[in-house]
């Protein structure tokens, strides 16, 4: 059976043992019910495990001992993936899928085209949701990084992320060079934009192109916005070695 993955403040990490409470522990102690004997995974979701085992079990926490202790390192090269708002809740959908192909980056970008608009509370809102999907699904997939997501990025601010990175490609139909034809570099960041259902305006194109991104062509079939970051990501990694 697959070792559960909890969060825990990196201070409780170092000790030898400790009581394991807050939201996570009693997710741990009522949710899933773990008992005496039984092992978990901590993870501060920045890299740093301890390798747990439960001592004994409470109502809504755990004493836990650290059996061993060690850190994952960041993957490299580095994968963002710029994400056009979907509709409805797709773009959870689209966020799970992508933390469990293992993006590092999810920027949340307001094309020109997107039909949902982020504003005011309806903002906060949403990302929060979207941040707390990440936070879910690295948990369930074992991810001991947990992806970034950032705040609502205008064109301007995906065109800046494009020009500063190792590989910037923008997914597109229209494309001539195929996304598992392009080379890629060894360290760096690999930013993908993924537009939305309305696809990517001209001008958003020719802003890209000028922020030096190549337009790629990820296949020969139609996919929606929030499945064709996680497809992306995984020709990405396969190519990259990460997988």
Do not use: N, Y
């Amino acid at each position: 059976m697959t070792v559960p993955v909890f969060l825990a403040d990196p201070a409780d990490l170092a000790r030898p043992a400790f009581v394991f409470g807050g939201p996570e522990g009693r997710h741990a102690a009522a949710v899933r019910r773990l008992r005496a004997g039984e092992r978990l995974d901590l993870t501060d979701g920045a890299g740093s495990v301890a390798e747990c085992v439960v001592t004994e079990a409470g109502r809504d926490s755990l004493r836990v001992e650290v059996l061993r202790r060690h850190d994952v390192p960041v993957p490299s090269p580095r994968l963002v993936v710029v994400q056009g708002l979907p509709k409805g809740d797709r773009g959870e959908l689209a966020v799970e899928m992508m933390t469990e192909a293992g993006v590092d980056v999810i920027v949340p970008w307001a094309a020109a085209r997107c039909v949902t608009q982020w504003k005011g509370e309806r903002a906060a809102k949403a990302l929060a949701r979207w941040r707390s999907t990440a936070r879910e699904a690295g948990k369930q997939s074992r991810r001991f990084h947990l992806p970034e997501v950032t705040e609502l990025a205008s064109t301007a601010k995906v065109a800046a992320l494009l020009s500063a990175a190792a590989l910037g490609v923008v997914l597109h139909e229209e494309a001539a060079a195929p996304l598992s034809g392009l080379s890629l570099p060894a360290v760096g960041d690999i930013v993908v934009v993924v537009g939305p259902e309305g696809g990517v305006s001209g001008e958003e194109i020719a802003a890209f192109r000028e922020a030096k991104a190549v337009p790629a062509l990820l296949g020969p079939t139609v996919l929606r916005t929030s499945t064709a970051g996680v497809v992306a990501a995984a020709v990405l990694q396969t190519r990259s070695g990460r997988w």
